[in-house]
């Protein structure tokens, strides 16, 4: 009780400090006023008697600040005196102030920006309802991490009725379906993605209107849809009637029974659903091979995640005793939702705030040595200080309290360059980034950029701050002394600038690595000729092209390859067009070899599948390399023939000629009832590897089939090899400007139809490097500033040695030294730092570039070709840096110098 009655005076005085020293001002001079009187009537001088009265008292300042401290808060107003004498000073050195204040903006503002992507992307919470409860179960491989897979159907049912740990299981599929809405309006391609009907009560996710989803609306023959917001605004107007209303999805008549809130999503790579619709598990095929749907749980409020992941382990124990063949090397693994969905980018966000500490760490150097050479020019200052009372204890918090003020301006210009440098990040984000839209700064960011600037201000800050304290008094106030610099103190400058060029030569290295991926990516051939090449694709879905049957099948009607025969005619009667083709999306099959032992169906191989027409090697410019091609003798009523490419080739027939050889297609691996093709089929041609699935891919076995033999009924999703296909239109022009007529020429055949994804191919392959060339261009950047950062620092340290070194160049010239002599001094000086500098950095690059493997194409992390490119561009920019002081050392005059002496 006592302390705080204390502490409520302090608090009070502090109010009325200004009466109070006004009064304590008044009671000195009358106290000095009677004893100078009193040595007057002794017989001494006024002068005297006035200086001797004060000497008596003891020193009045020192009094005062007793006072003070008795009345006050001393350490609240040394600092806030401090703080104003900071400001001062800094004001004082504008040139100063700039140079470091950018550095520091430059440091702190690439920190904000990643940590702010970082903050939405792996720390912001989910929009679920206890997103720390909700969980993926999926299966992995004990041998190998990184493969993954969805668990069986038959699994997911067994654990909603005999798992303890959960309050709820239910599944989502991982990927959208592109459906047609046609109608009373212009037919419009939309997506759907799948789920079970509890799904959006797992996520805690309500309708905005209209209601969730029941079991009932999962029974075969009950069609139910809720919509998204933005469907619901674009295509009805925020139309309130709109629920329980039919639309025509594929051609059939679905009721709408719910609308989203905005903003509503399942998965961060799946924002722009315009559909949902319910699947009961209960309701297909059960089997281990039923692989096409994601396991979402939820935890019980007492259940912790390793008891979970326990339990999982008996259920993976029991799978793998009952299917062992199924299950050898695989286990089942639970994993909170948010560590799934940042999985992708978390890795190289850290490698990213890496970076930007790289690029802070430089700044700080650059600073630090800012204010060792200007604590040089203040050395006299710190004297007289200290020789007038000063501490050591009260200079050195001085010093520092000017360190923070200077982050603290350095961090709010830190905000603004994290603002700018974050529109950048987003403008380079490729799409598949995760949670773009919830990118933003706010007061976690804010708080990490405080404590980023304050813990800057203390690392540049401590150094300077020793140095002045321990300033030697007497040898600065002697009479005519100079200030010269340490030995010491042009070690610490230079080891800074080492640091500078060590950790600015790392980032170089990384940027080395990721441009000589996306040179090796934009050079790679992918198999076909993009030039010149319109695609869009087109997705049949209603009852017209595709019946549902019993069992899990699906027939189509031949009404699917008439359409897209007319599309085809259509598409190359277009004026300008030279060729035209259509093919079917790239799928994976098993496949078997006629005339060979029937492997166990674990070991058949898989290769991609594409149906296509006569024109389509000539349209894509794929090179035939033996035999023929698919042409038009291949229909139907005569032998199946397929055309294969050089990867199989070499897989299968190593020691053989593909010609003549027979093989059988497997449909259904993935959907719980396989089938062999109705007839095999005979390898008429070979033709050049394509990269399908980009350039950065490696080119797999492929099998061309013709759309013109083949079966009708297909196992579930398989029968989308004949109703999901590319259209491709070889132009004489510009391929983007027959967009229009791409999209007529579908909606003349069958106007509910919609082609979308209409793009060049040359851009749809800019999408596929996207991801290299995005982070080619962040580590571009932060490397670029790093470069910059350094070089200034090597300039700062050459510039101030030259200074301090004037008057000994001045003598040296004048005793009949050579200017190229001195240059060459000055000059070798700076490329010892610069070389020691990239000797140490190599060392650093070599262990620290592993990381970027992941990142890279082709091109190993130690690539020696890299490390020397960026090494002779270090060192040729620090020589350039140091030019320019090493020039101003030759222009000494030295009769000025001697003059001064």
Not at 129 to 151: A, F, H, M
Not at 381 to 389: D, F, K, N
Not at 542 to 568: D, E, I, W
Not at 746 to 773: H, K
């Amino acid at each position: 009780m006592r302390a705080l009655r204390r502490f409520l005076m302090r608090l009070a005085r502090s109010v009325v400090r200004r009466r109070d020293e006004e009064r304590l001002r008044r009671e000195i001079e009358e106290h000095l006023a009677l004893q100078t009187e009193e040595n007057l009537r002794a017989g001494l001088s006024p002068v005297e008697a006035r200086r001797q009265a004060v000497l008596k008292f003891g020193g009045v300042e020192s009094v005062k600040e007793r006072y003070r401290d008795e009345q006050g808060f001393p350490m609240l107003e040394n600092l806030v005196g401090d703080a104003r004498y900071g400001i001062r000073a800094l004001l004082r050195s504008p040139g100063f102030l700039l140079v470091a204040v950018i550095s520091l903006a430059l440091g702190i503002g690439a920190n904000t920006t990643i940590f702010t992507v970082a903050n939405a992307v792996l720390h912001r919470p989910l929009p679920f309802k206890d997103p720390d409860k909700l969980v993926v179960i999926y299966e992995q491989n004990t041998k190998r991490e990184q493969s993954r897979r969805d668990s069986p159907l038959s699994a997911m049912v067994e654990w909603q009725e005999k798992a303890q740990s959960f309050e709820q299981i239910e599944g989502m599929v991982w990927h959208s379906e592109a459906k047609t809405l046609s109608g009373e309006v212009a037919a419009e391609r939309v997506t759907m993605q799948f789920l079970t009907p509890g799904a959006f009560s797992l996520l805690g996710v309500k309708p905005a209107r209209g209601r969730a989803f029941t079991r009932d609306d999962a029974v075969p023959g009950n069609r139910s849809l809720i919509i998204s917001y933005g469907l619901w605004q674009r295509r009805f107007g925020g139309d309130p009637g709109v629920i329980g209303r039919s639309v025509r999805v594929a051609d059939e008549l679905w009721p709408i029974v719910g609308v989203m809130p905005a903003g509503v999503w399942t998965a961060p790579w799946m924002r722009n659903i315009d559909l949902w619709t319910p699947i009961d598990m209960r309701l297909n095929e059960l089997t281990p091979q039923t692989r096409w749907i994601t396991t979402y749980a939820r935890l019980k409020q007492t259940v912790t995640l390793k008891q979970a992941q326990a339990e999982m382990d008996a259920f993976a124990l029991r799978m793998a005793e009952q299917q062992p063949d199924a299950y050898k090397d695989w286990t089942v693994k639970v994993e909170p939702v948010g560590e799934t969905y940042a999985r992708g980018a978390g890795t190289a966000l850290y490698m990213l705030l890496g970076a930007t500490g790289f690029i802070l760490l430089i700044a700080c150097a650059n600073v630090a040595n800012l204010l060792l050479a200007r604590g040089a020019k203040r050395q006299k200052e710190i004297a007289v200080r200290m020789s007038l009372g000063a501490g050591r204890r009260r200079l050195f918090q001085q010093m520092l309290t000017e360190s923070l003020l200077l982050s603290l301006i350095g961090g709010a210009a830190g905000i603004a360059a994290g603002r700018a440098g974050l529109r950048i990040f987003l403008a380079m984000a490729p799409d598949s980034f995760p949670r773009t839209d919830e990118i933003a700064i706010n007061s976690n960011v804010l708080l990490f950029t405080l404590a980023v600037s304050l813990l800057t201000g203390i690392v540049f800050g401590l150094a300077p701050a020793w140095r002045a304290a321990q300033l030697r008094l007497a040898p600065m106030l002697k009479e005519g002394g100079r200030q010269s610099a340490s030995p010491s103190r042009h070690r610490s400058n230079r080891i800074l600038a080492v640091c500078e060029v060590t950790l600015a030569f790392v980032l170089l290295v990384g940027a080395g690595l990721m441009i000589n991926s996306v040179l090796r990516l934009e050079r790679v051939d992918v198999g076909y000729k993009p030039e010149n090449l319109l695609t869009g694709r087109v997705q049949l879905g209603s009852s017209k092209y595709v019946q549902v049957l019993s069992g899990n099948m699906k027939r189509v009607t031949p009404q699917a390859p008439m359409f897209y025969q007319q599309v085809k005619e259509r598409l190359e009667s277009i004026p300008g067009v030279r060729s035209a083709a259509v093919a079917s999306m790239a799928y994976s099959q098993l496949f078997w070899v006629v005339g060979r032992p029937a492997p166990p169906r674990q070991q058949l191989p898989q290769a991609t599948v594409q149906e296509i027409g006569p024109d389509y090697f000539e349209t894509l410019g794929i090179s035939l390399l033996k035999g023929r091609p698919i042409d038009e003798s291949d229909r139907e009523g005569t032998p199946w023939v397929a055309v294969v490419n050089q990867a199989l080739a070499r897989s299968i027939f190593p020691d053989e000629d593909p010609l003549g050889k027979r093989l059988h297609l497997r449909f259904g691996a993935s959907h719980g009832e396989e089938r062999d093709d109705e007839q095999a089929r005979l390898i008429v041609g070979v033709v050049a590897d394509v990269k399908s699935w980009g350039p950065a891919q490696r080119a797999m076995p492929a099998i061309y089939t013709s759309d013109r033999q083949h079966q009708w009924v297909y196992p579930s999703g398989d029968s989308a090899i004949h109703l999901q296909k590319m259209l491709y239109i070889r132009s004489r022009g510009e391929p983007s400007s027959f967009g229009a007529s791409m999209r007529q020429a579908v909606s003349e055949v069958d106007r509910d139809q919609t082609v979308f994804d209409v793009m060049p191919e040359t851009n749809r392959l800019e999408m596929q490097i996207g991801r290299w060339r995005f982070f080619r261009n962040l580590y571009g950047i932060f490397a670029g500033l790093a470069l910059a950062l350094a070089v200034v620092g090597i300039y700062g340290v050459m510039s101030y040695s030259v200074a301090e070194r004037r008057r000994e160049f001045g003598i040296r010239m004048a005793l009949g030294a050579e200017t190229s002599n001195v240059l060459r001094q000055v000059l070798g000086q700076g490329l010892a730092l610069s070389f020691a500098g990239v000797g140490i950095g190599i060392a650093a690059g070599l262990g620290l570039t592993r990381f970027l493997s992941n990142l890279l194409f082709e091109v190993q992390p130690q690539d020696p070709l890299t490390f020397l490119a960026v090494s002779l561009v270090m060192l040729a920019v620090a020589a350039l840096s140091c030019y320019i002081p090493a020039r101003r050392a030759t222009m000494v005059d030295p009769a000025n110098v001697l003059r001064t002496e």
